[in-house]
């Protein structure tokens, strides 16, 4: 299913989405895809496009990154998590799925502590940032460790969406995500939540993941054979496959089961 682009006015900014809402019934739960540090919605087209055969879905690229507006000043988690609050209800949705990647899965994190309302499911992919791992120096070895494991078409995506975001705002987004104390917010994340992490990830060990998952009120963990940091891009199909059995399961379900997708 093929997403089309869109132009959103959220406050002083122009916001650009990928959007797909016209292939499913009325009523279906619609899914918010939120990108990493630096980078836009283009790398999670290859997910995004799956999921739409199922539910609505909408990719902001957030204020600063993609084509959306750059403001002179970079924004904090807060400010990106408040204007995805504001585009779901400019949207006009009641309730939302949320999946987020890297960075993505603390603005969404962010969101769900302080939005709950507008939140009904959540799908953490390689979430960030490690507490072990807090550092500029491990960051930065890991994410290199990480280059060398995804596809190689990966990367004109990514040094694209660098350049169009600029070094400026890299490094305080990159800033904001290690001051980010997130594991002390996972404990008050109310909606139902799905931890996916790659079994190749460097940035995001399955220690981590399962600590993550385990902090969670109501948390599962899943894993993806061969996949890396980015598994939205290099392994889409497992990802939609996963997150539409989430979906799907009752909210009552027992927490914390472990799967993995072939």
């Known amino acids: 299913m093929k997403l089309a682009s869109h132009w959103i006015r959220i406050g002083r900014w122009r ?9 499913v019934p009325r009523g279906t739960l619609p899914v918010v895809l939120v990108h990493g540090i630096g980078v836009s919605s283009s790398y999670l087209i290859p997910t995004a496009e799956q999921l739409a055969r199922w539910y609505p879905v909408l990719v902001p690229d957030l204020p600063g990154f993609g084509e959306s507006d750059k403001p002179e000043e970079s924004l904090s988690l807060h400010d990106l998590a408040d204007i995805l609050w504001a585009f779901v209800r400019q949207m006009d949705f009641e309730r939302t799925a949320v999946i987020g990647n890297s960075f993505g899965c603390q603005i969404i994190t962010d969101l769900i502590v302080r939005h709950a309302e507008v939140v009904e499911r959540a799908v953490f992919l390689a979430p960030t940032i490690d507490p072990a791992a807090r550092t500029w120096q491990q960051q ?26 600029g070094f400026r705002r890299l490094r305080a ?22 931890v996916v992490h790659g079994s190749r990830d460097p940035i995001v060990p399955r220690r981590w993941a399962r600590e993550a998952a385990d902090l969670l009120p109501c948390g599962w963990l899943s894993q993806i054979p061969g996949a890396a940091h980015a598994a939205n891009y290099s392994h889409p199909r497992e990802v939609a496959s996963i997150v539409r059995e989430f979906l799907e399961t009752p909210w009552a379900a027992t927490p914390h089961r472990s799967t993995s997708a072939a």
């Open 15 to 23: 916001v650009h989405a990928r959007i797909a809402l016209d292939q």
């Open 140 to 165: 930065i070895g890991r994410l290199f460790l990480d280059a060398v494991r995804e596809p190689v078409s990966l990367f004109p995506l990514v040094v694209h969406d660098y350049s169009r975001c």
């Open 173 to 194: 987004t990159f800033e904001e995500a290690l001051g980010d104390v997130v594991e002390s917010k996972l404990p008050n994340v109310a909606a139902p939540t799905l």
